[in-house]
């Protein structure tokens, strides 16, 4: 099978989760659309010969952002206020569901190539405050739609839809974390000549505003 094939089916793998997503009122609710962005990334990486460093940055995420919704959700603490799940799914890891897991390192992904795409440094700063300000801007587009969409609920309110001010401080701080783990621990900076990352987090914010004034 030629490499390149590897770079068509990544694009076709992540259209058809954009039609799932556009079709599906609760898409949190199924796990499927969470594995699908995965496989695509898995794919455009083994195609670009970085299969090993995008494994690695997907664990860490995945990892560190169970660890924090788990903390999240039995203290209240770390995103400013106690929340819940209200979907049921098939497998959970400390009581957080394997989706949410799978989102913090889809997203990371995303974000931390489209830094390298945009900010040409090598000062490790500067590219993780860029990777924890995008990820912060996927989460103020997603937690109002997902929240309207009943995926999730909050306990206390707050200014923004109704959101806590704190849960987008915890989001930027853990997103930094992770940021900081993957560039200056595990050194791992994964770029992308193809734009699949810029064009793919284009598609998830698109996709995150047509799901938001759906009825």
């Known amino acids: 099978m030629s490499r390149k094939l590897y770079l068509y089916i990544a694009?076709?793998?992540w259209a058809i989760a954009s039609l799932f997503a556009l079709t599906t009122a609760d898409v949190f609710r199924y796990t499927i659309f969470s594995l699908i962005p995965l496989l695509s990334i898995l794919s455009i990486e083994y195609f670009k010969r970085g299969f090993r460093h995008a494994v690695l940055l997907i664990l860490v995420s995945f990892a560190i952002g169970i660890a924090a919704e788990a903390y999240g959700l039995a203290y209240g603490?770390?995103?400013?206020?106690?929340?819940e799940y209200t979907f049921r799914t098939w497998f959970q890891i400390l009581n957080v569901p394997f989706q949410v897991g799978a989102f913090w390192a889809i997203f990371y992904y995303l974000a931390?190539?489209?830094?390298?795409?945009?900010l040409r440094s090598k000062k490790i700063l500067k590219l993780c405050l860029l990777d924890a300000t995008l990820m912060t801007g996927i989460d103020?587009?997603?937690?109002?739609?997902?929240?309207?969409?009943g995926a999730w609920r909050w306990f206390s309110t707050g200014p923004y839809f109704g959101i806590p001010t704190g849960n987008f401080i915890g989001w930027f701080l853990v997103s930094l974390a992770i940021s900081f783990i993957v560039r200056r621990i595990l050194k791992?900076?994964?770029?992308?000549?193809?734009?699949?990352?810029?064009?793919?987090?284009?598609?998830t914010i698109f996709i995150l505003l047509v799901v938001s004034l759906s009825p």
């Open 140 to 149: 103020l587009l997603l937690d109002p739609v997902m929240v309207n969409k």
């Open 188 to 203: 791992i900076k994964i770029s992308d000549k193809t734009n699949f990352a810029l064009i793919s987090l284009i598609s």
């Open 77 to 83: 603490a770390i995103f400013g206020a106690r929340y």
């Open 112 to 118: 931390h190539v489209t830094t390298n795409t945009f």
């Open 11 to 13: 694009w076709a793998i």
